[in-house]
């Protein structure tokens, strides 16, 4: 047996082979890869998969290619024109890029934190090529083979100018970083970051009960899993796994990384065709079709944000009215006023029955719209009076609470300051009508004296 002298001595070498090879590695464009001798009886081939070496040891790589033709859900893997677009808008950048460009990436970890214990025992990436999508699963089947991994994966990296993810900004990414740093290896520049994730939530927070992975296929791509493993699950399958090394316990792991990845690929696409395409919007919900407007407004897209408007007012009105003062808010911030306006009073109209409305927005809108801008104060005047009475219904209803008061007495205090235009108003129209007829009445005599 040997001493504990000893074994800390062949961990030290072991380490400082480990750097050397990382430092060697970074000089070489790609990395030497190829499949190591498989046994007479290889478990892996059940699953396609291959154990390859590279400088840093040895690891699992499984690999799927999907042609373009293929659907998931619904939805195709291949773009349509506007897909480039798309792309810029989501990667918030200005750089141009093709789907070529993206490298997608999905990893199973041993943990939920990002901490320097949490390991990426399998990192799914995927990417596009002429005529296929491809997916290689990188699995590690003991820690010491994590470092091949990572090689392996900072060549992929160096590749592609695009990362795509979901949560990946705030977990997958960091995890990877992580990673690197811990095993010594110097971490590829993050690249241009299209996490799904926030665009998702943009768009259908309002109308899905959550924005996971695994709802947004479902009720968006058209994709429903049957008898997948849970991602909480992976972990435990993964623990399973190093204790029996039975490939069979760790195969759902697999396939659930491989589903993220063709997910992730087609909602991507489907994101970037309902950016750019106006015929996937007629399909969409007036809720759909509002947040899309909102989020082109966020990212600064005027033209888009108005075009995506145009298309919702074509809607049927029980559909789009819920969204009028959203929507008036929209055309008020990009100084569309009279479609602000229109939309004010159309959404009066229609709630005029009720003693008491919901809002008072579009009143107070108005009486700011047509004081400030118009310089009417007697239609500012009539606005600021129908919003205080209404004001006042709801205060003597306990309704509003302190709140309520405090709108009470601002529009209290513009009613008074109204009064007083009008009234500086009116005396100014009369002082110039008094001065009009004095000087009517100087002429005409100026001009008996001549006769």
Known sequence: MSSLKDRLKRLTQ???????????SLHQELPSLKPAAAPAEDPWSELEAVIYTNEGG???MRTKHYPLSY????????????????????GSAALEC????????????TGLGIGAGNVAFMIGIGFYSENRFTIEQLFIRNPAEEYAV????QHKLQQYSHLVTYNGRSFDWPVVKNR???HRLQAPAEPVHMDLLYPSRRLWKRTMPSCSLGTVEGRQLGFYRMNDVPGSMAPVLYVQYLTSENVEDIKGVFIHNEHDIVSLAALCGYLCDLIGGQPLWKQKSAEELFRLACWFDHIGRTPQTE???????????REKSAFFLGIAQLYKRNGRHQKAVELWKAYIAMHNDRVIPAVLDPYIELAMYYEHRIKDWQEALHWAEAALSRARKRVSMARGGEAGRELLASLEKRCERLHRKQYKHSERKVSISRRSITSTRVEQVSISDLL
């Open 180 to 182: 690197f740093v811990l």
């Open 307 to 317: 075009e995506v408007l145009e298309a919702l007012l074509q809607y049927p009105e």
């Open 14 to 24: 072991s380490s400082a082979a480990s750097t050397n090879n990382s430092e060697a």
């Open 71 to 90: 659907r998931h859900g619904h939805v195709p893997l291949t773009w349509n024109d506007s897909g480039h677009e798309g792309i810029r808008l989501l």
């Open 150 to 153: 990572l090689l392996y994966l």
């Open 58 to 60: 040895s690891f699992v």
């Open 98 to 109: 093709d789907r070529e460009q993206l490298l997608f990436l999905d990893t199973e970890t």
